[in-house]
Nanobody
């Protein structure tokens, strides 16, 4: 059983930056592809970014491409999401997820483990 704990959310003005972290425990981190998803009020959870176990494959939603960067440090069992040029529409609860695969899928149903989420609020 893998436990995921996100941190780094908060309130930021439009155009600002935030860096999210997700620490994994209870499993072999390099066995998992990792993803970040987000859910805004009244909306369905949506894909933001994903990274393969080695970090060699990274995927991004069109809405965040060029502004967000996903990375991982396997020595620290941690995956990161650097978010720059934030917009009010980026406001959501951000969730970290792990999939028992070397892949980096963009569909939430593929993921086996989820964190509790961290709130990101971007003011205009």
């Amino acid at each position: 059983q893998v436990q995921l704990v996100e941190s780094g959310g908060g309130l930021v003005q439009a155009g600002g930056s935030l860096s999210l972290s997700c620490v994994a425990s209870g499993g072999t981190f390099t066995s998992y592809g990792m993803g970040w998803f987000r859910q805004a009020p009244g909306k369905e959870r949506e894909f933001a970014a994903a990274i393969s176990w080695s970090g060699g494959i990274r995927k991004y939603a069109d809405s965040v491409k060029g502004r967000f960067t996903i990375s991982r440090d396997n020595a620290k069992n941690t995956v990161y999401l650097q978010m720059n040029s934030l917009k009010p529409e980026d406001t959501a609860v951000y969730y970290c997820a792990a999939v028992r695969s070397s892949d980096s899928p963009s569909t939430s149903s593929a993921y086996h483990y989820w964190g509790q989420g961290t709130q990101v609020t971007v003011s205009s």
